[in-house]
């Protein structure tokens, strides 16, 4: 089991935090007074049975729901409310549970636009083509190109990507949400759907990601045993509540978790 | 080559360039459906718009003349001999962008995530303040619109022809207008910068990436109501080319605005969200419509440009209802 700092990574300060979260839709409370924090470096899972809110609290850190209560602070600092593009150009990028790829672009069409955030020619440069955007250009498909080769994706870089099997689609939305080059990477599912083979590759992507180039990752998954080998602190939802947070083997053995997994009476 | 097919093929020629007018006014349509989902019944009053605009530079008219008449009892027309071609169509493009600006701050911003129903409505809303502005702007005459593009019969092209046919058999050659020979050029130029931009540069990237998926756009760090403003304005742009080769065609005039209508078959043949589909669809129905009145407009006694478009358009829907190159709808259920 890897405890944080055990297998030589570095865990860092405080990056995300976010703090007395309360998020409703009309009369339904999705999220109830919500606290914790993201390390810069780790690996941070958030679980939860169906429905516990944890898609929500995603949706809540990359701008998309605007809580009722509570703040996020990122990087020492108090977010105002903003707008999901708005988080992105701040360094959040994020997957999706039902993926959110561009289907009718190329993979490389898909990774450049997640390097969108980056390129700061402006209108005039680009209408002339010649020169500095274009310089932009291929400097940009250079890192765009790193990531293919790291993901293994080559042979697709031209295909649309809405033509691809759902495993290498997820993996397309994986890389760009990497071309991004984001400080903080949020992942809603990122193997939900997948076969045991895909499912390794994936893990296999998340620990190089946070390994090779530190970025801090959260996560949701379904997968109890990869949660496990993967994360660093888990943190548990359930009906919108925070039931747990720790090391993977304190939820594991901790009794609300338990109780919320298995049912009263295990 | 015999007098007859010479004849069909004059025929299917001038369609063609009249085909390419009816493309130039769909791709307007076509730009913001993609980008937004709205279907911009404002489309044609944006060639009128601009058109006036640009004739309204040329000639140094000041803007809302009659207005300023009125209130102060002068008799203001002009502010001196207007501005040469070249600047009066940049400043007209300022003008469309600055429009596009407007129309995202004022009216869009408040009708984001609204039903099509009711951003169709609000185009149609927009469509005949535009209508009114324009008139109160710049007058309601009609005005002649010259930029200096070749007009008249190619008598080059008319002796070429000539030669081709049989000998004796007096063919008098193919008549072609140079005005749409050139409005045929500058649009295929508009088409192939148009597709060179949005293939290669960031901002095109980006307007595609907003054309394919909303949420995963806002999600790599796009701004939907920066592409807004920058789709409307070259929107704009379209519309002012058009604008400029329907005006100089057929005069400024109200009767501009309603090409828009003649743009509706022309998306229904070609599907609503596809470029190339708007060129081929343009290019069907000119060619379509020409020689369906050469060949049996006669028995039913004439005037088949008007309807047969449309009559077409109806028989497509029946096959194929997404277009030829549209996006074909399937649900899982």
Redesign the interface.
Known sequence: MAEPTQDGRKIGGTLLEVKNITLSFGGVKALTDISFDIKEGEIRAIIGPNGAGKSSMLNVI?G?YHPQQGEVWFRGQKRASM???EV??QGI??T?QNI??????STL?NL???R??H?H?N?FW??I?KGP?ER??IAHRERVEHIIDFLGIQAIRKTPVGRLPYGLQKRVELG?ALA?EAKLLLLDEPMAGMNLEEKEDMCRFILDVNDEFGTTIALIEHDMGVVMDLSDRVVVLDYGKKLADGTPNEVRNDPAVIEAYLGVGH | MSPELLNVLEVMLNGLLAGVMYSLVALGFVLIYKASGIFNYAQGVMALFAALTLVGFQTGQIPFAHVINTMFGTHVETWGPGVPTFLAIILTIGVMVLFAYLVERVVLKHMVNQAPIILFMTTIGLAYFMEGFGDLMWGADIKTMDVGLPSGASTWFETTTASWAAEGSNYPGMYVDMLDVSAAGIAILLVVVLT??SQ???????L??V???H??????????RTIWV?VWSIAGCVALVAGIMWGAKSGVQFSLSLIALKALPVLILGGFTSIPGAIVGGLIIGVGEKLFEYSIGGMLGGATENWFAYGLALFFLMFRPQGLFGERIIERV
């Not at chain 1, 959110?100 to 672009?105: C, I, N, R, V």
């Not at chain 2, 290669?200 to 980006?206: D, E």
């Not at chain 2, 949420?215 to 939907?224: D, E, H, N, R």
């Open positions: 990359s998309f707008r999901p593009y992105a150009r990028a994020r999706f959110a790829l561009f289907k009718g672009m069409d450049m636009t997640g969108i955030t390129m020619k209108l680009q209408a083509w955007a932009e250009e760009r991004a | 060179l931009f290669y540069t960031k901002t095109g990237r980006a595609r990436a054309a394919d998926d949420q995963a756009a806002l999600t790599v760090g796009i701004s939907l920058i």
